[in-house]
Protein backbone atom coordinates (compact mmCIF):
# COMPACT_ATOMS: atom_id res chain seq x y z
CA UNK A 1 0.00 0.00 0.00
CA UNK A 2 1.58 3.69 -1.39
CA UNK A 3 0.88 6.76 0.93
CA UNK A 4 -0.04 10.50 0.23
CA UNK A 5 2.43 13.34 1.08
CA UNK A 6 0.76 16.33 1.82
CA UNK A 7 1.89 17.86 -1.49
CA UNK A 8 -0.32 14.72 -3.15
CA UNK A 9 -3.30 15.76 -0.96
CA UNK A 10 -3.66 19.14 -1.64
CA UNK A 11 -3.40 18.68 -5.69
CA UNK A 12 -6.17 15.91 -5.12
CA UNK A 13 -8.11 18.77 -3.08
CA UNK A 14 -7.16 21.42 -5.66
CA UNK A 15 -7.29 19.96 -9.18
CA UNK A 16 -9.80 18.40 -11.26
CA UNK A 17 -9.20 14.07 -11.52
CA UNK A 18 -9.41 11.73 -13.93
CA UNK A 19 -10.28 8.17 -13.33
CA UNK A 20 -9.35 5.39 -15.53
CA UNK A 21 -10.49 2.04 -15.59
CA UNK A 22 -10.24 -1.18 -18.17
CA UNK A 23 -13.40 -3.25 -19.59
CA UNK A 24 -13.60 -7.14 -19.80
CA UNK A 25 -12.05 -6.67 -23.56
CA UNK A 26 -8.68 -4.48 -22.03
CA UNK A 27 -10.47 -1.05 -23.89
CA UNK A 28 -9.81 1.67 -21.54
CA UNK A 29 -12.32 4.14 -20.25
CA UNK A 30 -11.26 7.61 -19.13
CA UNK A 31 -13.05 10.38 -17.44
CA UNK A 32 -13.31 13.26 -15.05
CA UNK A 33 -14.21 13.10 -11.40
CA UNK A 34 -14.77 15.93 -9.89
CA UNK A 35 -15.76 14.86 -5.94
CA UNK A 36 -12.60 12.53 -5.95
CA UNK A 37 -11.12 13.26 -2.45
CA UNK A 38 -8.44 12.22 -0.22
CA UNK A 39 -9.88 9.60 2.61
CA UNK A 40 -7.06 8.76 4.46
CA UNK A 41 -3.19 8.84 3.81
CA UNK A 42 -3.63 5.13 1.67
CA UNK A 43 -7.05 5.72 -0.37
CA UNK A 44 -8.85 7.98 -2.47
CA UNK A 45 -12.85 8.32 -2.75
CA UNK A 46 -15.19 9.09 -5.10
CA UNK A 47 -19.11 9.59 -5.14
CA UNK A 48 -20.30 7.14 -8.16
CA UNK A 49 -23.19 9.41 -9.53
CA UNK A 50 -23.88 7.21 -12.94
CA UNK A 51 -23.28 4.08 -12.43
CA UNK A 52 -22.17 3.55 -16.32
CA UNK A 53 -19.16 2.40 -17.85
CA UNK A 54 -16.29 3.26 -15.08
CA UNK A 55 -19.40 1.62 -12.77
CA UNK A 56 -19.21 -1.57 -14.38
CA UNK A 57 -15.48 -1.65 -14.90
CA UNK A 58 -14.78 -1.15 -11.38
CA UNK A 59 -17.53 -4.32 -10.18
CA UNK A 60 -15.29 -6.59 -13.17
CA UNK A 61 -12.00 -6.42 -12.35
CA UNK A 62 -11.51 -4.05 -9.69
CA UNK A 63 -8.55 -1.74 -11.06
CA UNK A 64 -8.17 1.97 -11.22
CA UNK A 65 -5.85 4.71 -11.91
CA UNK A 66 -6.37 8.25 -11.13
CA UNK A 67 -4.28 10.80 -12.82
CA UNK A 68 -4.26 14.72 -11.41
CA UNK A 69 -1.76 17.31 -12.45
CA UNK A 70 -1.13 20.83 -12.10
CA UNK A 71 -1.44 22.58 -15.44
CA UNK A 72 0.81 25.61 -14.30
CA UNK A 73 3.16 23.75 -12.48
CA UNK A 74 3.93 21.06 -14.82
CA UNK A 75 3.58 18.29 -12.03
CA UNK A 76 0.97 15.87 -11.55
CA UNK A 77 0.30 12.20 -10.33
CA UNK A 78 -0.88 8.71 -11.20
CA UNK A 79 -2.49 6.43 -8.12
CA UNK A 80 -2.65 3.23 -9.72
CA UNK A 81 -5.04 0.76 -6.75
CA UNK A 82 -7.93 -1.45 -6.40
CA UNK A 83 -11.22 -1.05 -5.09
CA UNK A 84 -11.75 -1.30 -1.40
CA UNK A 85 -15.30 -1.39 -1.64
CA UNK A 86 -18.70 0.08 -3.10
CA UNK A 87 -20.20 1.89 -0.31
CA UNK A 88 -23.72 2.32 -0.12
CA UNK A 89 -25.36 1.80 3.34
CA UNK A 90 -22.96 2.73 6.26
CA UNK A 91 -21.02 6.20 7.27
CA UNK A 92 -18.89 6.22 4.85
CA UNK A 93 -22.10 6.79 2.63
CA UNK A 94 -23.52 8.88 4.26
CA UNK A 95 -20.69 10.92 4.41
CA UNK A 96 -20.57 11.19 0.74
CA UNK A 97 -23.91 11.99 0.58
CA UNK A 98 -23.26 15.52 2.66
CA UNK A 99 -20.48 16.44 0.70
CA UNK A 100 -22.67 16.09 -2.08
CA UNK A 101 -25.73 17.68 -0.62
CA UNK A 102 -23.10 20.77 0.77
CA UNK A 103 -22.14 21.64 -3.06
CA UNK A 104 -24.95 21.27 -4.58
CA UNK A 105 -24.20 18.07 -6.35
CA UNK A 106 -26.21 15.14 -7.45
CA UNK A 107 -26.64 12.32 -5.31
CA UNK A 108 -24.29 9.93 -4.75
CA UNK A 109 -25.31 5.85 -5.74
CA UNK A 110 -22.27 4.64 -3.67
CA UNK A 111 -18.95 6.04 -2.32
CA UNK A 112 -16.07 4.04 -4.37
CA UNK A 113 -12.85 3.80 -2.27
CA UNK A 114 -10.03 3.22 -3.56
CA UNK A 115 -6.67 1.53 -2.07
CA UNK A 116 -3.73 3.19 -3.27
CA UNK A 117 -1.09 0.46 -4.57
CA UNK A 118 1.14 2.57 -6.40
CA UNK A 119 1.99 6.23 -6.74
CA UNK A 120 3.75 7.36 -9.91
CA UNK A 121 5.32 10.77 -10.94
CA UNK A 122 3.79 12.74 -14.24
CA UNK A 123 5.80 15.78 -13.94
CA UNK A 124 7.35 17.41 -17.34
CA UNK A 125 10.90 16.17 -16.51
CA UNK A 126 12.62 12.90 -17.72
CA UNK A 127 11.15 11.96 -14.29
CA UNK A 128 7.49 11.40 -15.37
CA UNK A 129 6.13 7.83 -15.38
CA UNK A 130 8.68 6.45 -12.47
CA UNK A 131 7.48 5.16 -9.68
CA UNK A 132 7.56 6.72 -6.04
CA UNK A 133 5.91 4.42 -3.83
CA UNK A 134 4.51 1.20 -3.74
CA UNK A 135 5.22 -2.56 -5.34
CA UNK A 136 6.80 -1.94 -8.75
CA UNK A 137 5.05 -3.97 -11.59
CA UNK A 138 7.15 -5.70 -14.22
CA UNK A 139 6.04 -2.94 -16.69
CA UNK A 140 7.74 -0.33 -14.74
CA UNK A 141 11.41 -1.08 -16.21
CA UNK A 142 11.84 0.23 -19.53
CA UNK A 143 14.58 0.93 -21.53
CA UNK A 144 15.15 3.39 -24.42
Do not use: C
Not at 77 to 101: M, N, P, S
Amino acid sequence: MATLTQDMKDMIGAQLNFLSTVDEAGNPQVGPKGTMRVLDDHHLIYNEETGKQAWHNLHENGKAAVAVVDRPALKGFRFEGTIEGFHTDDQIFEDAKTFAAERHLPPAIAAVVITIDRIYKLDATPEAGDLIDGEAKPTDVFTH
